[in-house]
């Protein structure tokens, strides 16, 4: 759904930056920036700005620190939900007005989150989230940041948490909201909400209340204004419990799911009517480690939720049953050593918006499974005797082929990542001079289908420079030198075949 109306302000000029000096809460903000590696020096980073008293802060936070060369706000990004009639109107004008006291452009659309919410049976929540995410995404990529930065704060994680937690999450939903995921960074994640109120009054800044916020019936309200409160008679510093909790669990899932994808790499193949499953070493696996492989095969298998019980049944095949097992979107059946996992009739193939998105660390030397793009990867230290420049056997489905490429990775730029294609993303290929090229009119040249394009694994370097999309292209500054020297070799091949 388009939005119903958008701009961009270009910045006055006769702006006067609003810039305070380094106080103690600036100085947190940047070392947490810092120890997570959040924004980058000389990255170019887009604030959203709601209009409250946490993105009033975060904008004025990033506008200090940019203006001592730390990186360059490129301006200001807001949605207008249309959820408050005349209110939601002066939060807008509010957040325009606020970029062009600071000599900054603003981009400001409008988008009817109930009707959007009402067109694809979603909850307004749910749909609003979407459309912020959607939005910021092209704010982004039309002022060429390549960072987006959110308000949310230790208070939020806490929340979060608590909300995950009563919904019966995992490792993984109990992570709550990570520090930085793609190029979302969330710089106030360690800072308490009351500090950015006393940081906006001291200054004598304005910002915006947003009465849906006191709004019990959202459940969120509900945890910050009923169940938190009553939580801090027992334990006073609850929030930072909460969201220390959050961050141990953070740790532990990112964890298991790199093992998980690397043991997923060698218990898995793939057949013509789908997914074999190495059941004797499935069962001996611990079972944390198991179900997480098996969580993650039969997202392979099929596009519907599985939940713990689905799980344990797959297990149980594992571990001797002959009853064959219903699933959502599948079905699974023991066969001798193995567990065929097969899709029920009728299943499509997801569409290019629906595949879910994967970002995987990539260690050197260390593997990871691609189910998404029917591929392992692997990165393992290599000596290249006299290399033409880069060396791959490009092809266009990656799957139907094995995939080498010998790389020149400096230290400072590992660990390595590999995630799906996002909109925006430009490299700058081998043989081009040193041009940028957009992945997207790289897809275009090389006739990709717009289906395919979500599943073509791109791997980045520690400063999400792209190095390699598979199969299609790598970056010049990457490309093997001439001479002998210690490469990386990169290494792609269909997921369950051995190397």
Not at 39 to 54: F, K
Not at 358 to 373: M, N, R, S, W, Y
Not at 386 to 403: I, K, N, Q, W
Request: glycine residues 8%; contains cysteine.
């Amino acid at each position: 759904m388009p939005p119903l109306y958008g701009s961009i302000w270009g910045a006055a000029v006769c702006a006067v930056p609003l810039v305070f000096p380094m106080d103690a809460l600036a100085t947190r903000v940047l070392a947490f920036v810092s120890r997570n590696a959040l924004i980058p020096g000389g990255a170019r980073v887009l604030v959203a700005v709601s209009g409250g008293g946490d993105s009033v802060a975060l904008w004025y936070l990033l506008a200090g620190l940019a203006q001592r060369g730390r990186f360059d706000v490129v301006g200001l990004a807001h949605l207008d939900h249309r959820l408050r009639g005349a209110a939601s109107d002066a939060d807008a004008s509010f957040c325009e007005a606020l970029a062009t006291r600071s000599g900054l452009p603003s981009i400001v659309e409008s988008m009817d989150v109930a009707a959007l919410a009402q067109a694809r049976h979603i909850s307004v929540e749910h749909a609003g989230h979407w459309a912020r995410h959607d939005f910021l995404d092209r704010a982004a990529d039309r002022l060429g940041a390549t960072h987006v930065a959110l308000g949310h704060t230790l208070d939020d994680q806490a929340e979060t948490y608590l909300l995950r937690l009563l919904r019966g999450a995992g490792a993984a939903g109990l992570s709550a909201m990570r520090p930085s995921l793609g190029r979302v960074a969330r710089p106030l994640l360690s800072t308490r909400r009351c500090e950015l109120r006393e940081y906006l009054a001291a200054r004598g800044l304005a910002f915006r209340e947003d009465p849906s916020n006191s709004d019990e019936r959202v459940s969120r309200n509900r945890v910050r204004h009923d169940l938190l409160p009553h939580l801090g008679r027992y334990a006073p510093r609850v929030v930072e419990t909460l969201a220390r909790e959050a961050e141990i669990a953070r740790a532990d899932d990112d964890w298991l799911d790199r093992a998980a994808n690397e043991l997923r790499a060698t218990l898995v193949k793939s057949t013509e009517r789908g997914i074999e499953l190495d059941a004797p070493r499935l069962s001996a696996l611990h079972p944390a480690l198991a179900r997480r492989v098996v969580r993650l095969v039969l997202a392979d298998t099929s596009d519907r939720a599985s939940g713990f019980d689905h799980v344990e049944r797959v297990r149980a095949l594992a571990a001797g049953s002959v009853t064959p097992v219903d699933l959502p979107g599948c079905r699974a059946e023991r066969r001798g050593d193995w567990i065929q996992l097969v899709p029920r009739a009728g299943r499509e193939p997801l569409s290019d918006e629906e595949v879910e998105p994967f970002d995987h660390q990539l260690d050197v030397p260390g593997e990871v499974a691609l189910p998404e793009a029917g591929v392992a990867l692997r990165a393992a230290w290599d000596q290249v005797d006299s290399p033409a420049g880069p060396h791959a056997a490009m092809v266009t489905d990656a799957a139907e082929a094995r995939c080498a490429l010998a790389v020149s990775v400096h230290v400072e730029s590992r660990p390595l990542r590999v995630r799906n294609w996002r909109p925006g993303d430009w490299f700058r290929p081998a043989g081009l001079q040193g041009h940028r090229k957009k992945l997207q009119d790289l897809f275009v040249d090389r006739k990709v289908e717009r289906r395919a394009r979500r599943r073509v694994p791109v791997v980045l370097d520690a400063r999400d420079r792209v190095i390699w999309v598979v199969g299609h292209g790598v970056g010049e500054e990457f490309r093997a030198p001439e001479a002998p020297t210690d490469m990386i070799m990169l290494t792609v091949r269909p997921l369950g075949d051995k190397l």
